[in-house]
């Protein structure tokens, strides 16, 4: 299972990003998904994840500004962020939890190849 990110980017204080997230693969269902994010010095920590059926969760500094969203036809994962901080500012890493097969001890979590988000005037 292969994890494709669109690119981050550098934004202003205030703007809007929008980052998304695809699976490849072969596999048997897709799990949750969502997005994680590391600042440098700092622990990876969780922007927002979303169940197959839709229920969402959010990190306390992006609640209210964050918005995650998902295909499961495609197998695809969206971020929209909004009012963004420079404390925002970080590698965001797309996540999913994927069973390969349907069977116990086949389910794994796996990580896309992050995408720097630079939040700066």
């Known amino acids: 299972v292969q994890l494709q990110s669109s690119r981050g980017g550098l934004v202003q204080p205030g703007w809007s990003l929008r980052l998304s997230c695809a699976a490849s693969g072969s596999f048997f269902s897709m799990n949750r998904m969502g997005w994680y994010r590391q600042a440098p010095g700092e622990q990876r920590e969780l922007v927002a994840t979303?169940?197959?059926?839709?229920?969402?969760v959010y990190g306390d500094s992006v609640k209210g500004r964050a918005t995650i969203s998902r295909d499961n036809a495609k197998n695809t994962v969206v971020l929209q962020m909004n009012s963004l901080k420079p404390e925002d500012t970080a590698v965001y890493y797309c996540?999913?939890?994927?069973?390969?097969?349907?069977?116990?001890?086949?389910?794994?979590?796996?990580w896309g190849q992050g995408s720097q988000v630079t939040v700066s005037s």
């Open positions: 979303v169940s197959s059926g839709g229920s969402t």
């Open positions: 996540t999913a939890v994927v069973s390969l097969y349907n069977a116990p001890g086949y389910t794994h979590d796996f």
